[in-house]
């Protein structure tokens, strides 16, 4: 694990598996760090896993700041020139996945092919985030925290696996306030719904049928919405990769063979 200096600023950044196998980038969701890939990473064979802190999480930098889903996938682009990765596979989970689409518009020549998970391409009324920037403001994220665990998991995951959903509480509690804002706004603002025809990557979408942030209906518009897209169903709630890392791996690596 290091902390590089990409573009003047800190990141981060995790690398594992064998040196020159294919590289595939995890990139994780709002509130949480590259810890939330845990339970995956020794599941992926023969796979160069590179795994960051998001701008605003974790050790990563975290200005103070309005980001915007640009600022996010420049981030990636700028890992990827600082570990002189021309192209890679990414697989982006939530915020990830939005971040995900970003870059699949913006930069598709870096991509090779393209994971969207437990994601959408709107992610809801622009006052909901106006109210919970607010609200971190005020008093940080601990008092969000609760609903925020509360909407990601099952209650059969809270009930068999409380010790690693208060792991996953402390990722986000322990996110920077300027950090959770900043990346709020990004989401706030984002809207891809009219640009996804235009994603050319070979992209597989998933969906979890007990996930209450991102609903199945979010996912599977996206996978309708990107011609040729493939759609993978899981059980369990948001966090798959937590929830159900066997499933997620499979589909994951089905879809990359």
Known sequence: ?????????????????????????????????????D????????????????RGHGE??????????G???????????????????????????????????????????LILSNTTAHAGPARFWDHRIK?????????????????WFTSEFKAQRPARVAEVRAMVTGTKPSGYMGTSAAMRDMDFRADLPRIAT????IVSDGDRSTPPAWGEAIAAAIP?????????GHLSAIEQPEA??????AFLA
């Open 135 to 151: 609200a971190v403001r005020k008093d940080g994220t601990g008092p969000i925290a609760d609903s925020v665990i509360d909407s």
């Open 202 to 205: 070979q992209t597989l979408v």
């Open 39 to 54: 339970e995956v990473v020794p599941l992926f064979a023969g796979r160069r896993l590179i795994r960051y802190d998001a």
């Open 71 to 113: 600022d996010l996938g420049r981030d990636v682009l700028a890992i990827m020139d600082r570990l002189n990765l021309a192209t890679a596979d990414f697989c982006g989970l939530s915020l990830g996945g939005m971040v995900g689409q970003w870059l699949a518009l913006n930069a598709p020549q870096r991509l090779t092919r």
């Open 60 to 69: 990563s930098a975290a200005p103070d700041q309005v980001y915007s889903m």
């Open 228 to 236: 040729g897209a493939k759609l993978a169903r899981l059980p369990g």
């Open 1 to 37: 694990m290091a902390l590089l200096e990409v573009s003047g600023e800190r990141f981060r950044v995790e690398v594992t598996g064998p040196e020159g196998a294919p590289p595939l980038i995890l990139s994780h969701s709002l509130g949480c760090t590259l810890g939330m890939w």
């Open 248 to 253: 997620f791996v499979r589909a994951v690596s």
